[in-house]
C-alpha cells in the first residue's frame, strides 16, 4: 500500500478505512478518503467542498459511489458519478450501469464494464449549443442514366425559360 500512497496527487488523507473492515449502509465523507474495506452500500462524498475518494487494491464497494475525484484500484459494483477526474488504474475491475464523469483514464490492466455518460448539466449544455449561422442541409440528385440521344436529355432535364428579345 505505501507503493499507492507513494503515487498518490494528493498528499494528505482525511479517513482510511483498512481491509478486514465491513461495512453495511450509506457512508458519507468530505475532504480524502481512502477504502480499503468491503462497503455494501453508497459511498457519497459531501457537496460542501471538494472531496477525493480513493477506491484501494483491496477494496469492494458493493453499491454507488459519488465524489469529486475518483481513483479506483479495486473492485466497484455500482453506478459511479465524479464530477472531476475519473481514473481506473492497474487491477481495477468495475461493472457499473452507469459511469457519469466529466473525463476519465483507463490505465492498462484495468478491467471496465458500464455505460459511460457526461454529467446532466454538460448534457445539457452541449444539446444549447445553436449553429452560427442557418446551414441548410446538401441536397443531392439522384445520378442519371446516361442517355443515347441529345432529345431524350432534353425531356429529363427542367425547362429553362429564355427572355426573348424584341
Known amino acids: 500500500m505505501k507503493s499507492y500512497l507513494r503515487s498518490m496527487r494528493e498528499p494528505r488523507i482525511d479517513g482510511f478505512l483498512p481491509a478486514g473492515t465491513l461495512l453495511r449502509g450509506t457512508l458519507e465523507f468530505s475532504g480524502t478518503l481512502w ?3 468491503e462497503i455494501h452500500g453508497a459511498v457519497r462524498a459531501s457537496a460542501a467542498a471538494p472531496s477525493t475518494l480513493i477506491i484501494g487494491p483491496r ?3 458493493f453499491g454507488n459511489i459519488e465524489a469529486g475525484q475518483i481513483t479506483i484500484y479495486g473492485a466497484v ?3 459511479i458519478c465524479s464530477l472531476g477526474a475519473l481514473i481506473f488504474e492497474h487491477g481495477a475491475r468495475v461493472v457499473s450501469e452507469e459511469i457519469v464523469h466529466r473525463g476519465f483514464t483507463i490505465h492498462s490492466g484495468a ?3 458500464g455505460t459511460l455518460a457526461p454529467p446532466p448539466q454538460l448534457q445539457q449544455s452541449a ?4 449553429p452560427r449561422a442557418n446551414v441548410q442541409p446538401l441536397r ?3 445520378p442519371r442514366e446516361p442517355s443515347t440521344s441529345v432529345a431524350a436529355d432534353r425531356q429529363r ?3 429553362v425559360f429564355v427572355a426573348a428579345e424584341r
Open 35 to 37: 477504502i480499503d474495506a
Open 59 to 61: 477494496a469492494k464497494v
Open 77 to 79: 459494483t455500482g453506478r
Open 111 to 113: 478491467h471496465v464494464e
Open 127 to 130: 444539446n444549447s449549443i445553436q
Open 140 to 142: 443531392t440528385e439522384p
Open 157 to 159: 432535364r427542367a425547362p
